[in-house]
């Protein structure tokens, strides 16, 4: 019955030995839809990220969100010992995730070839800067990294300003979205073929990827897109409009929408205006057609433009900062993007919910993230019968 189910890989088994971001992006969505994900850490120390702000009673904040639903454990990877305890995890598990700079797990004697002789079936993902092969692999990767030389940089900004980073960790969240795909990909292969794989991803080729309609227009047309604020390459009117009291977007991006828009505005002859009656001419004139806009929404606010465009049937939004996201009725509550948690240590807490809904097995925040270690005895001693005692040796000497 899927009621009793705690989400739709229940049943999967993750290592996670991710740190930071785009990695724990990758393992926090597979167990919000219910996968057992046993996060591994460095004794002592554990992700990077339990260091980062902001803090809620000393716990970090961004650590907590990325990682909730997992088990936590240490283990010393370094040490002899810590390798045999997981070689022996790894036989139990379905996946293995890593984001560390290519070579480092093989030089650990831990890459793919090895632990496929341990699991034929073991997927392993890897999501690193440039990937696993090629002239940059062994370049160090980070967010900015991938969105510097990905493109997006250079494509986002205003007209005449610096390339700019997105308000975001983009690349990041772009590589942990599409090792996820892969990932799951792979799992599904598996159902046939009976053998697992190895999942690489860079955060540049996800970057890359996502620019779609930005690389098109070089290829196809040799003319290098530049920074246009936040108008759209393709149509026009597409951007970002001041109003009395803010700024809206509106989203005209067909000839049905434009001519509706002209209607709205009381201006139905700009739809048989020469200079903007059609998309080419309105992509040309946008400067002169975005005064035009402007000038009708001065006097009036954000709210009431958005209203009487809506109800008009064009698309429009208020350009909402984080106090409106957290207590907008549609997205924080309806669809439930922001989720209070208990935290042992941080006490009451409010993470980002699950953005995929399925509707039979409902991805959900089950449980807060893991203290350092807080899992080592009841996956040490329930997946691989490590008896406690040998655990406090394990524990004296630095293996886990």
Same mark, same amino acid.
């Given at each position: 019955?899927?009621?009793?189910?705690?989400?739709?890989?229940?049943?999967?088994?993750?290592?996670?030995?991710?740190?930071?971001?785009?990695?724990?992006?990758?393992?926090?969505?597979? =167990?919000?839809?219910?996968?057992?994900?046993?996060?591994?850490?460095?004794?002592?120390?554990?992700?990077?990220?339990?260091?980062?702000?902001?803090?809620?009673?000393?716990?970090?904040?961004?650590?907590?969100?990325?990682?909730?639903?997992?088990?936590?454990?240490?283990?010393?990877?370094?040490?002899?010992?810590?390798?045999?305890?997981?070689? /022996?995890?790894?036989?139990?598990?379905?996946? #293995? #995730? *890593?984001?560390?700079?290519?070579?480092?797990?093989?030089?650990?004697?831990?890459?793919?070839?090895?632990?496929?002789?341990?699991?034929?079936?073991?997927?392993?993902?890897?999501?690193?800067?440039?990937?696993?092969?090629?002239?940059?692999?062994?370049?160090?990767?980070?967010?900015?990294?991938?969105?510097?030389?990905?493109?997006?940089?250079?494509?986002?900004?205003?007209?005449?300003?610096?390339?700019?980073?997105?308000?975001?960790?983009?690349?990041?969240? +772009?590589?942990? +979205?599409?090792?996820?795909?892969?990932?799951?990909?792979?799992?599904?292969?598996?159902?046939?073929?009976?053998?697992?794989?190895?999942?690489?991803? =860079?955060?540049? %080729?996800?970057?890359?990827?996502?620019?779609?309609?930005?690389?098109?227009?070089?290829?196809?047309?040799?003319?290098?897109?530049?920074?246009?604020?936040?108008?759209?390459?393709?149509?026009?009117?597409?951007?970002?409009?001041?109003?009395? %009291?803010?700024?809206?977007?509106?989203?005209?991006?067909?000839?049905?929408?434009?001519?509706?828009?002209?209607?709205?505005?009381?201006?139905?002859?700009?739809?048989?205006?020469?200079?903007?009656?059609?998309?080419?001419?309105?992509?040309?004139?946008?400067?002169?057609?975005?005064?035009?806009?402007?000038?009708?929404?001065?006097?009036?606010?954000?709210?009431?433009?958005?209203?009487?465009? +809506? /109800?008009?049937?064009?698309?429009? =939004?208020?350009?909402? %900062?984080?106090?409106?996201?957290?207590?907008?009725?549609?997205?924080?509550?309806?669809? *439930?993007?922001?989720?209070?948690?208990?935290?042992?240590?941080?006490?009451?807490?409010?993470?980002?919910?699950?953005?995929?809904?399925?509707?039979?097995?409902?991805?959900?925040?089950?449980?807060?993230?893991?203290?350092?270690?807080?899992?080592?005895?009841?996956?040490?001693?329930?997946?691989?019968?490590?008896?406690?005692?040998?655990?406090?040796?394990?524990?004296?000497?630095?293996?886990?």
């Amino acid at each position: 019955m899927t009621e009793n189910r705690l989400g739709a890989l229940e049943g999967i088994r993750v290592l996670d030995l991710t740190r930071v971001l785009a990695g724990p992006f990758a393992t926090m969505m597979m =167990a919000d839809m219910g996968a057992e994900v046993i996060k591994v850490e460095i004794p002592g120390r554990g992700d990077d990220s339990r260091a980062f702000g902001p803090y809620i009673n000393g716990e970090s904040a961004y650590y907590m969100n990325l990682n909730r639903n997992k088990k936590g454990i240490t283990l010393n990877l370094k040490e002899t010992k810590g390798k045999e305890i997981f070689f /022996e995890l790894v036989k139990k598990a379905d996946i #293995v #995730v *890593e984001n560390y700079r290519p070579g480092t797990m093989e030089k650990l004697g831990l890459g793919y070839e090895t632990l496929k002789e341990v699991n034929p079936g073991i997927i392993y993902a890897a999501v690193s800067g440039f990937g696993h092969y090629g002239p940059y692999m062994t370049r160090p990767g980070y967010d900015i990294i991938g969105q510097a030389m990905g493109g997006l940089m250079s494509t986002t900004g205003w007209p005449g300003g610096e390339p700019t980073r997105t308000g975001t960790a983009m690349g990041d969240v +772009l590589g942990g +979205l599409s090792v996820t795909i892969g990932i799951l990909a792979a799992l599904k292969n598996r159902d046939f073929t009976g053998k697992g794989q190895k999942v690489d991803v =860079a955060l540049v %080729d996800s970057v890359v990827a996502s620019m779609e309609i930005i690389t098109q227009i070089y290829l196809a047309e040799g003319r290098l897109p530049e920074r246009i604020g936040n108008r759209y390459e393709t149509v026009y009117p597409y951007d970002s409009f001041k109003a009395k %009291d803010g700024s809206l977007v509106i989203g005209a991006g067909n000839e049905k929408l434009y001519k509706l828009l002209c209607q709205v505005m009381g201006m139905p002859q700009l739809a048989t205006d020469e200079r903007f009656n059609t998309i080419p001419k309105r992509k040309q004139r946008h400067i002169e057609l975005k005064e035009i806009i402007e000038e009708w929404c001065a006097d009036k606010t954000v709210e009431d433009l958005v209203e009487m465009l +809506l /109800e008009a049937g064009v698309p429009a =939004a208020p350009i909402y %900062d984080i106090a409106h996201i957290v207590k907008d009725p549609h997205i924080a509550k309806a669809r *439930e993007m922001f989720v209070d948690v208990k935290h042992p240590k941080a006490g009451d807490t409010t993470l980002t919910g699950c953005h995929i809904k399925l509707y039979d097995t409902k991805p959900s925040i089950r449980k807060p993230a893991p203290l350092l270690g807080e899992h080592n005895q009841e996956v040490y001693s329930e997946l691989i019968g490590i008896e406690k005692e040998s655990l406090e040796q394990l524990k004296a000497k630095g293996v886990i």
